[in-house]
C-alpha cells in the first residue's frame, strides 16, 4: 500500500513538473521577439499593404493591412515608396508625386520602421516641401534635394537616421533652377554613392521673357553647365591610420557600400585609411588601400614584428 502512495506521488510530481516546463516553454517562446528578413509593400486596389517574411521557413505576415489607414489618408493622397533600406529595415514613401507644381496640394515623407512596426512621418519635412526636385541616392540610404522656391542650396537627406542638412550652396548670382515651373527647370542627380550633379544657372542673364512665364518667375535663366556635390563622410580607422602593425577596420563608409572595410593579409597587407596621405590609393568606393610587403610575414590583418630586434631598428617597409 505504501509502495502504491509513494508512486502516485512521484506520478503526480512528475506531471507537475512537466506541466511547469511546458508553461515556463511557453512563456519563452511567446516572449522571443518576431524577427523578419525582410519587408515588402503590396498593391492592394487604392490602397497598399506592408508585408513581412519572418527569418527562417519565411512565412509572410501582413504587418499593416492598410498604408493609407496607418497614415489617416482619405481621398486620392496614397502613398508611393521611394527608397528601401535593407540595414536597418526601413520603407520610404512619398505621399503625393515627385513633380508636382505649387499648389497642387501637400507631399509629406513618410517611414515605415522595421523595427518597430510602424509607420510615422519624417521630420525630414522640415526641410522638404515638395516643391522642386527630390532624387535618391543608389544605394537608397540619402536623397539630395532641391527647393525651387530656395534656388541657392542643395539639401542631403540621411533616410536612415531621418535627418538632413546643407549639402552645397552655391554663390553669387549662381542659382540651381532656369526659373520654369516645378522640378522641370532643375537638374539634379547621383553620380555615384557620394556624388551629387546639379545644373548652374546665371541669375542675372534671362534668355527667354515668354509672357506665360512673366509673373511666375519673369522668365529662363542662361544655364552655366553640370557642377559636382561631393559627401564628406565621417570615417574612422580603428588602428589609429597608417599603422601597418595593427589591424584596422574603418568606421564611416558603410553608409556608401554596406561594409565596413578591415586590413587584411593576402600574401602582402591590405591596409585601409581614412585618407590618401602616406601613399593610399582612393578606389571606386571613395576608400583608401594601399597594399604593403610586410618584411617578417603578414598575419591577421597585421604585419609581423620581428622578435629579436631592439626599438628602433625596425627598417620601414616596402610599399607598392
Known sequence: METLKNMSYAKIVSITILLLLIVIGVKYYISIPVRYSYFYVEQSK????????????????????????????????????????????????LQGTFEQIRDSGPQILWMFD????????????????GYGALVVSPNQKQAAYVNADDRKNIYLFDLVNDTGRVLKTVAGNFILTNGSVASAGLQLNWA????????????TNQIDNDPQLEGFRGGIYSYIGIQKAFIELECLDSDGGDDIYTKGTL???????????????????VEYSCSESGGFNQNAWGMY??????????EEGACKLPQLVAPGAIEPPTTH
Request: glycine share 10%; aromatic share 8%.
Open 46 to 93: 487604392n490602397d497598399q499593404k506592408i508585408v513581412g517574411v519572418k527569418e527562417g521557413r519565411g512565412k509572410k505576415v501582413t504587418v499593416i493591412q492598410s498604408v493609407n489607414k496607418a497614415a489617416s489618408i482619405e481621398g486620392s493622397g496614397s502613398l508611393k515608396q521611394i527608397a528601401y533600406i535593407h540595414d536597418p529595415k526601413r520603407i520610404i514613401f
Open 114 to 129: 522595421g523595427s518597430t512596426r510602424e509607420l510615422k512621418k519624417m521630420a525630414l519635412n522640415e526641410y522638404y516641401s
Open 289 to 298: 588601400s594601399k597594399s604593403v610587403q610586410c618584411e617578417y610575414g603578414c
Open 192 to 203: 555615384d554613392y557620394n556624388t551629387v550633379v546639379y545644373g548652374v544657372y546665371d541669375d
Open 251 to 269: 568606421k564611416g563608409p558603410e553608409l556608401t557600400t554596406g561594409a565596413s572595410p578591415v586590413d587584411y593579409c593576402v600574401g602582402a597587407l
